[in-house]
């Protein structure tokens, strides 16, 4: 078991009814302004944002709105984000929304506190002292951005994706109310779900040293989000299942499966960004169209690791060897993403990049081959070439 420290500031208000008491939240942070982040029509239309302002005015708490983030988060809607909290007065960013809006809150964030072009800190090249604070109001549960320390973003000019991750950006509160989510459209609530257990399949798959608490932790989290995967389809007005999901949405990313291994391989993370970079594609069901061919690509550097996921997570029987095991894994595994209606191949994600798009792609995620993706195997551009088209 590696060292470890475990940071996860957030307080998290769950329930019905929690965003009821978001304006008194905003008002424990002892904030002057608050900005309003927000997506296109969804939050609009369930008249979420009307309890949220409400709330605030009750409080007597002032505010301006910035809608209009849209999945895969752009930084022309950053910029001008950074421009209306300036022009405002603004020192607190409540984000009513799932990852794209908390990640443009973050990346707004980032650019007010310290004074910035906000695409140079995802770029690496400002050091970051600090981040507007932020508080989330939790629509969607896929990202984990509510808890974690992570944010990715799209710049529309080359339409690179980009993360950068630092405690500074993770939220003051989380308000999650499980009946926001009723309103989701069957692809977004289980693109969710798969990006919750790809979290914790990423760092389940590492190459070091490990916890058998956190461990059997992960697995558990993964067998119990399959079993509520299933019930969502079926009854997505099922208030326990969208709660359990939406907790796993947050353990699954703050941190917690971080303790005791190096953090795990994040290579179908990458991979997939530049899916969403180029293609504009849902992130979840960008990772499950890539995890298989990955997953068979680098399972010979590991074959123990991916036998045991396979008999804790996925049930199946161990065959004669760690290798042949591994394999039942990964079948079982896109078997479930086949129940549950997410692609295992480009072509079912509804993409068909071609031979010099793959090059692209792979090139952008490995900085024009100047650094490797992911622990298992050290994916380079050649890798990252082979492994894209053996998704395709
Ligand atoms: O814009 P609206 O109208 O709200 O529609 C959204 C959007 O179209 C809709 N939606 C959200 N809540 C809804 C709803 N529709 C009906 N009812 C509701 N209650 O869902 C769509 C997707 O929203 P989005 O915020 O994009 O989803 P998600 O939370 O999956 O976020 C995806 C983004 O997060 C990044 C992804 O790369 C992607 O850009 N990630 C962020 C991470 C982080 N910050 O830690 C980690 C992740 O690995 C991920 O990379
Ligand atoms: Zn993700």
Excluded at 71 to 76: C, F, G, I, K, L
Excluded at 220 to 244: H, I
Aim: aromatic residues 8%.
């Amino acid at each position: 078991m590696l060292n470890f420290n475990y940071y996860t500031p957030t307080k998290v208000v769950f329930g019905t009814a929690a965003e009821e008491k978001v304006g008194a939240l905003v008002k424990a942070e002892g904030c002057k302004k608050v900005m309003i982040h927000y997506g296109g029509q969804s939050a609009k239309k369930s008249g979420l944002l009307d309890r949220i302002c409400k709330s605030l005015e009750d409080e007597n708490i002032a505010y301006c709105m910035l809608g209009g983030v849209v999945p895969n988060p752009r930084m022309s809607k950053v910029y001008e984000g950074v421009e209306l909290a300036k022009k405002e007065g603004v020192d607190f960013i409540l984000a009513v929304g799932g990852g794209s809006v908390i990640d443009s809150s973050k990346a707004i964030g980032y650019g007010i506190a310290n004074d910035c072009d906000p695409w140079d800190v995802y770029c690496g090249k400002v050091e970051v002292k600090g981040c507007l604070p932020i508080g989330a109001v939790l629509t969607i549960a896929a990202a984990g951005s509510e808890m974690s320390d992570s944010s990715v973003i799209t710049n529309e000019e080359g339409w690179l994706k980009k993360g950068f991750s630092s405690d500074y950006c993770r939220c003051k509160f989380a308000v999650m109310n499980p009946e926001l989510t009723y309103t989701l459209p069957e692809y977004q609530t289980i693109s969710g779900c798969t990006d919750i257990m790809m979290h914790t399949m990423e760092r389940y798959f590492n190459m070091c040293e490990n916890m058998q608490l956190n461990d059997g932790l992960m697995e558990a989290l993964l067998r119990n989000t399959m079993v509520y995967t299933k019930v969502l389809l079926n009854d997505p007005m099922n208030y326990d299942a969208r709660a359990e999901i939406m907790w796993a949405g947050s353990l699954s990313h703050n941190g917690l499966f971080n303790a005791g291994n190096d953090g795990g391989d994040w290579a179908t993370h990458r991979l997939e960004h530049e899916c969403g970079g180029m293609f504009d594609v849902t992130h979840g069901a960008g990772l499950a169209a890539v995890w298989g061919s990955w997953a068979r690509y680098v399972m010979d550097a590991n074959p123990a690791r991916f036998a045991k996921f396979a008999v804790n997570v996925m049930g199946v029987e161990p065959a004669a060897d760690d290798a042949a095991t591994a394999v039942k894994g990964i079948e079982a595994m896109e078997a479930f993403y086949r129940e549950i209606k997410m692609p295992t191949s480009l072509t079912e994600l509804g993409i068909n990049p071609t031979d010099e798009q793959i090059e692209e792609m792979a090139d952008k995620c490995t900085g024009g081959d100047t650094y490797t993706v992911g622990c298992m195997k050290k994916i380079t551009k050649a890798d990252a070439i082979a492994i894209y088209k053996m998704a395709k």
